[in-house]
């Protein structure tokens, strides 16, 4: 398939700010919740990842994310190449409030990436998060962030497929079902209590 018919037109700011709403509404993003969003500069310009990093790209994203951010209140995290061990560029408030390990460095393009090292001197008080379990996330260009999503993940299709000439992915997450074949998982009427049957569990 054409790329040309599964992309948007428009800036890049324009493109993933319409990615970003849409995993925003279906993820119920707002205050308190945490998106992840790693991102290849070099595919998105059309490169090979690692291999061509521009932060004019890393800049204009930004401009997009911040612009959804700041409409609907969520944090973003942002996910540093794998020569940084796929830390995460945060605000040290939320890195403190959510108690996470901090990790010593300072992202450059040639070592944590583009996208992170311009998040990081556009942040008020940056660090580096080892890990965090984000509630939603967007990858532009296949940088694989799983090993930052909460369970479970559910894979979610944008409207969009491309952001650039990079590949985007999204994901959101709900929390785990648990129980065996008893359980349920949606409220019913009151009365429905007290019919019971002889294998109740107390």
């Given at each position: 398939m054409d790329q040309s018919?599964?992309?948007?037109g428009g800036s890049l700011k324009e493109q993933v700010a319409l990615v970003l709403r849409?995993?925003?509404?279906?993820a119920h993003l707002g205050a308190g919740k945490v998106l992840v969003v790693g991102t290849s500069t070099s595919e998105v310009a059309g490169s090979r990842i690692g291999t061509a990093g521009a932060l004019e790209v890393a800049i204009e994203l930004l401009l997009g994310i911040e612009e959804v951010r700041e409409e609907y209140g969520f944090h973003v995290v942002f996910q540093c190449c794998e020569h940084l061990n796929r830390s995460?560029?945060?605000?040290r408030t939320l890195l403190e409030e959510l108690c996470l390990t901090e990790v010593a460095a300072i992202p450059y393009p040639?070592?944590?990436g583009s996208m992170a090292s311009?998040?990081?001197?556009?942040m008020s008080n940056p660090c580096?998060?080892?890990s965090v379990e984000a509630h939603a996330g967007i990858d532009i260009g296949e940088t694989m962030i799983g090993m930052h999503i909460r369970h479970v993940a559910v894979p979610f299709r944008p409207s969009i497929r491309y952001i650039g000439h990079a590949r985007v992915n999204a994901a959101y997450t709900r929390p785990k079902l648990i129980g065996g074949e008893r359980a349920q998982y949606r409220l019913e009427e009151e009365s429905s209590i007290s019919q019971g049957n002889s294998h109740s569990c107390d």
């Open positions: 018919s599964i992309s948007a849409e995993i925003v509404e279906v995460l560029v945060i605000e040639t070592a944590g311009a998040a990081y001197r556009k580096l998060a080892e």
